[in-house]
C-alpha cells in the first residue's frame, strides 16, 4: 500500500500556487443523479483523480450508465439507453458513503431498488435513518436483508412532508432525487444547504426540475415527468482549498489557490484570519501569506455556513503549531479527531475528551511514522509532516487519495520534499 515519505522543516514555508479541483462532494450526487436522465448528462470540472469518483463510475456502469470519460477535460458524458439494474451491490459502495445517493435516484426513476448499506470514513456511526425515514415519507416500503436495504413504493413515490431531525448532507440529496417525479409535490425542512447541495439542486432545476426554496433551510419539489440531460461545471472544492491554505498557514508560508469561490469558506477564512495569516480574496482565488506567530482559536464545527466538520482535522493540526491554548467542539460526528494521535507522536499537544480537543500550541515537531485512517485526517497528518523537523513516513494514504485530486503532484508543486513508497 502507498506511503509517504516527507522531509519536513519547522522553518521552510511552502510556496506556489494551486488549481483548485472540483469538489468530490459535489461531483458524487451529480453523477448519481444521472439516473434521472434519459438524454446525455455532461460534468465538467470532474476531480477524475479522486478514488471515490472512480468507484462512482464502476458503481453507475454496473447499473448499466454508458459512461465517456474525457480524461484530460475532466469531463464525464453520461448516457442512459436502457433500464437501470436495481442491485446496487455491496463490493461497488463499501469503500463510499455516497454510494447511499443511488438508492434516492433509483426509488426516484424506477419506484424500487435493493442496495447494500454503503461504507465511507469511519468517523462515527454513518446511519442512513433520516434517509429512510425520509423515503417512507414518501410512500416508500423497506426490509434490510443480509445488508441489503430491499426498498419499493409499489404506487409509485408520493409526494409528502419530510423534516430532517438534524442536517444531513447526503440526506437532502437524497430525498431530492427521490421526488424529483413523484405525484404531487414535496417538502423537505431542516436540509442541508452545503454549496455541494445547491449545486445539484442548480443543476437539476437546469434539467427541468421543479424546486423551489420556501425558507432558508426549505425546498419545495413539484413532481415533472422527465429532465433533460445537459452540460454542468462541477463548483470547486473548498475543502481541498481550505487543506492547501493549511500548507501554507502551518508553514510560514505563501499559497495562491485558483479556481475555488471564496464564499464557500467564509467561516474558515474568517478563523485563518483571526489566528494571524494575511488573506487576500478575490472572485475566483484565495491568497494566503503568514509571516507572524500563529495565535490559538476556539471553534466549533457546524452545518453550512459553520465551520465544516471536514476543515477540522486540518485546522488542528495548524493550532497544533500556535502559540497558546485552543480548543475545538466538533459537533457532527463522533470520531473526527483520528489524526490527533499521530499528531501527538510528532510532538503535538492535544488532548481530547469527549467531542472537544484541547490543543496547546507547540513549536518543535519532530518527524515520526504515522498511519493515517479516514480522508481528512490524512492531510492534517500531512501538514504536520511539513512543518516537522526531519522524516516522516505515512502509511494508509489511500485513505487520502479518495478525496484529493493529484495530492502528491500538489504538494510537490507547492515544493514540500515528499517521496512515494510502495
Ligand atoms: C457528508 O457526509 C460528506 N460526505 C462528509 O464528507 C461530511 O463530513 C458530512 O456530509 C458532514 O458535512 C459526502 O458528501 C459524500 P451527514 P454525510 O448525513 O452525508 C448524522 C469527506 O470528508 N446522521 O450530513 O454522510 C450523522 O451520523 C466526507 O468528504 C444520522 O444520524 O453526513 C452525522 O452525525 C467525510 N442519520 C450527522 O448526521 C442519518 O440518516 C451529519 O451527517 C444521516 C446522518
Known amino acids: 500500500m502507498e506511503k509517504f515519505l516527507i522531509r519536513g522543516s519547522?522553518?521552510?514555508?511552502?510556496?506556489?500556487?494551486?488549481?483548485?479541483?472540483?469538489?468530490?462532494?459535489?461531483?458524487?450526487?451529480?453523477?448519481?443523479?444521472?439516473?434521472?436522465?434519459?438524454?446525455?448528462?455532461?460534468?465538467?470540472?470532474?476531480?477524475?483523480?479522486?478514488?471515490?469518483?472512480?468507484?462512482?463510475?464502476?458503481?453507475?456502469?454496473?447499473?448499466?450508465?454508458?459512461?465517456?470519460?474525457?480524461?484530460?477535460?475532466?469531463?464525464?458524458?453520461?448516457?442512459?439507453?436502457?433500464?437501470?439494474?436495481?442491485?446496487?451491490?455491496?463490493?461497488?459502495?463499501?469503500?463510499?458513503?455516497?454510494g447511499v445517493l443511488v438508492m434516492?435516484?433509483?426509488?426516484?426513476?424506477?419506484?424500487?431498488?435493493?442496495?447494500?448499506?454503503?461504507?465511507?470514513?469511519?468517523?462515527?456511526?454513518?446511519?442512513?435513518?433520516?434517509?429512510?425515514?425520509?423515503?417512507?415519507?414518501?410512500?416508500?416500503?423497506?426490509?434490510?436483508?443480509?445488508?441489503?436495504?430491499?426498498?419499493?413504493?409499489?404506487?409509485?413515490?408520493?409526494?409528502?412532508?419530510?423534516?430532517?431531525?438534524?442536517?444531513?448532507?447526503?440526506?437532502?440529496?437524497?430525498?431530492?432525487?427521490?421526488?424529483?417525479?413523484?405525484?404531487?409535490?414535496?417538502?423537505l425542512k431542516n436540509i442541508s444547504i452545503e454549496p455541494e447541495v445547491l449545486d445539484l439542486i442548480k443543476f437539476l432545476k437546469n434539467g427541468g426540475a421543479k424546486i423551489y426554496f420556501e425558507g432558508k433551510r426549505t425546498i419545495k419539489i413539484y413532481g415533472v415527468k422527465k429532465l433533460k440531460g445537459h452540460s454542468h461545471e462541477v463548483i470547486g472544492d473548498r475543502i481541498e482549498a481550505f487543506s492547501y491554505l493549511c500548507a501554507a498557514a502551518i508553514t510560514r508560508g505563501k499559497i495562491k489557490i485558483n479556481k475555488i469561490n471564496p464564499r464557500y469558506l467564509r467561516s474558515e477564512i474568517k478563523i485563518l484570519k483571526n489566528i494571524g495569516c494575511k488573506i487576500k480574496i478575490n472572485k475566483t482565488s484565495i491568497d494566503l501569506i503568514r509571516t507572524n506567530k500563529l495565535k490559538p482559536a476556539n471553534i466549533k464545527t457546524a452545518p453550512f455556513p459553520?465551520?465544516?466538520?471536514?476543515?477540522?482535522?486540518?485546522?488542528?493540526?495548524?493550532?497544533?503549531?500556535?502559540?497558546?491554548?485552543?480548543?475545538?467542539e466538533e459537533t457532527i460526528f463522533s470520531n473526527r479527531y483520528m489524526a490527533a494521535p499521530e499528531l501527538v507522536r510528532m510532538g503535538a499537544k492535544i488532548y481530547i475528551k469527549g467531542s472537544t480537543a484541547t490543543i496547546i500550541g507547540e513549536n518543535n515537531f519532530n518527524g515520526a511514522d504515522c498511519i493515517s485512517s479516514d480522508l481528512r485526517s490524512t492531510f492534517a497528518i500531512i501538514l504536520g509532516a511539513i512543518a516537522a523537523e526531519g522524516k516522516s513516513c505515512i502509511s494508509r494514504v489511500y485513505h487520502g487519495l479518495r478525496g484529493y485530486s493529484d495530492l502528491y503532484k500538489n504538494l510537490k508543486k507547492i515544493g514540500v520534499n515528499i517521496k512515494r513508497i510502495n
Open 306 to 328: 459553520g465551520f465544516a466538520t471536514d476543515c477540522m482535522p486540518m485546522m488542528m493540526a495548524v493550532l497544533a503549531r500556535s502559540n497558546g491554548k485552543s480548543k475545538i
Open 10 to 98: 519547522s522553518t521552510k514555508g511552502v510556496r506556489g500556487t494551486l488549481s483548485c479541483s472540483g469538489a468530490k462532494n459535489a461531483a458524487l450526487p451529480l453523477m448519481a443523479s444521472s439516473i434521472l436522465f434519459n438524454s446525455t448528462v455532461t460534468l465538467k470540472n470532474i476531480p477524475l483523480g479522486a478514488k471515490d469518483i472512480q468507484t462512482m463510475i464502476i458503481l453507475l456502469k454496473s447499473l448499466g450508465s454508458q459512461i465517456k470519460i474525457l480524461k484530460k477535460k475532466k469531463i464525464l458524458k453520461i448516457t442512459n439507453n436502457k433500464k437501470h439494474k436495481l442491485l446496487v451491490k455491496y463490493k461497488y459502495i463499501s469503500t463510499m458513503r455516497a
Open 104 to 187: 434516492g435516484a433509483l426509488l426516484g426513476k424506477y419506484n424500487k431498488c435493493s442496495t447494500a448499506l454503503s461504507g465511507g470514513c469511519s468517523l462515527g456511526p454513518r446511519p442512513i435513518g433520516y434517509h429512510l425515514a425520509g423515503f417512507k415519507k414518501l410512500n416508500c416500503k423497506y426490509i434490510l436483508k443480509q445488508g441489503y436495504i430491499n426498498i419499493s413504493a409499489n404506487k409509485g413515490i408520493k409526494g409528502n412532508k419530510y423534516y430532517f431531525p438534524k442536517v444531513s448532507v447526503t440526506g437532502t440529496s437524497n430525498l431530492i432525487l427521490a421526488s424529483i417525479f413523484a405525484r404531487g409535490a414535496t417538502v
